[in-house]
């Protein structure tokens, strides 16, 4: 295959693995293919518990990643993710001199005993309190990281991400047709699959009620339109592209902006489900694409009391917390709590110190790393 039937593959593939983590290993080794590296991973880290989970990784063999696992995340200056930002492609000499790297424990214990010579990452999801980041390990055969490989992981990283983040809101490897319905509509987000025209031939109760609302998006006639122009044209363009492959639908970009009468500001993830494992989803309700509507802010998140006992507050502590994510600044909860500025101020500087923050829109990040994609 040339490289635009390769991409065209690979960016299918892709999305079959939000359906099917099953898949993941052999996503990745295709990546580290296509961008000319040797091997590569998926790995989260969860600042909390100083903890490192590898999703998946490809190129080394079990007791070589129980060894990375145990030991040496924390050398790892590729693994250092919060110097960079989302879906930026980095590589190890952007972080630390080559010289520097190659002289470090990291490299020595490592990287040189399997080959390596560089590494590309690039994050694919960070909160406050954890971050999942794509790395594609450069062979010393091949040299360091170079522009044709920064080119090519960033044609990849927008579909990886999105696809991570579609596969977060639902597993469809897990629902079976009989319980389907069930399982979405225990969703938070609308989900709503369309078929070729842009009828509706399924809604969770989420998604009933955004076209129950009539808002930015209602259905005329049977058919999904969107309350913006623009957008409108735009999701009659990808419904128009879902049978020409899933190259051409990245193409076009599968996120939509969507926003209500009242200002409030939603997205929406458009899956196709013509080809790969998402085609049986699909055949089940005669469907070409999902979907996946929710607002532009922050989710559902787990039980305040759970985020009390992880950071030992006090109820006056979290009660701050979630005024201030749920009002805004010092003076505007101090009026909505009724007490003094100087008051919610200490709460805040104890908030700071408790869970190694500064500032009050990392607390907001902080309480979105508990968000839940589960309807409340």
């Known amino acids: 295959m040339n490289d635009r039937e390769q991409l065209s593959a690979l960016i299918g593939d892709i ?43 490809i190129g080394a063999d079990p007791e070589s990643l129980q060894a990375y696992s145990e030991s040496y995340p924390k050398l790892d200056p590729t693994a250092e993710t919060h110097c960079f930002g989302v879906a930026q492609v980095v590589s190890a000499t952007d972080l ?32 406050a ?38 596969g977060k809101t639902i597993n469809l490897g897990q629902a079976e047709a009989a319980c389907f319905s069930d399982i979405l509509d225990g969703l938070s987000a609308g989900m709503i699959l369309v078929d070729g025209i ?15 609302a009539a808002d930015f998006l209602r259905t005329v006639h049977g058919r999904l339109v969107a309350g913006d122009a623009p957008t409108n044209a735009a999701f009659r363009e990808i419904l128009a592209a879902a049978d020409r492959g899933d190259a051409v639908i990245g193409a076009k ?13 939603y997205v929406a993830h458009v899956l196709p489900l013509t080809s790969g494992a998402r085609r049986h989803a699909g055949l089940a309700f005669n469907a070409v694409a999902a979907l996946f509507v929710r607002k532009a802010a922050l989710e559902s998140f787990a039980s305040p009391e759970v985020i009390g006992r992880l950071y030992k507050l006090t109820p006056a ?9 749920d009002v805004g600044g010092v003076p505007e909860v101090a009026a909505a709590l ?18 190694g923050v500064c500032r009050q829109a990392d607390l907001v990040k902080l309480v979105a790393g508990f968000s839940t994609p589960l309807a409340g």
């Open 198 to 212: 842009g009828r509706v031939v399924h809604a969770n109760a989420a998604g009933n009620a955004i076209l129950g």
């Open 253 to 265: 970009g599968i996120a939509l902006p969507l926003t209500a009468h009242d200002g409030e500001r």
């Open 338 to 355: 009724g007490v003094a500025s100087t008051t919610i101020k200490t709460h805040l500087n104890r908030l700071f110190e408790k869970t």
């Open 129 to 166: 309190t954890s971050c999942t980041f794509l790395s594609v390990v450069r062979h010393e055969a091949s040299g360091v990281v170079d522009d044709e490989m920064r080119r090519r992981m960033a044609l990849v990283i927008p579909h990886v991400r999105r696809a991570y983040l579609i």
């Open 15 to 57: 999305y079959d693995a939000a359906l099917d983590p099953a898949q993941r290993a052999d996503v990745i080794e295709k990546i580290a293919s296509f961008t000319g590296g040797h091997s590569g991973g998926l790995l989260s880290k969860h600042s909390l518990g100083h903890s490192e989970n590898l999703y998946c990784y």
């Open 317 to 325: 502590e979290l009660r701050v917390l979630l005024a201030i994510v």
């Open 96 to 127: 630390v001199p080559h010289e520097e790297f190659r002289r470090g424990r990291f490299y020595r214990e490592w990287a040189r005993p399997h080959g390596w010579v560089d590494v590309a990452s690039a994050v694919v999801e960070k909160s």
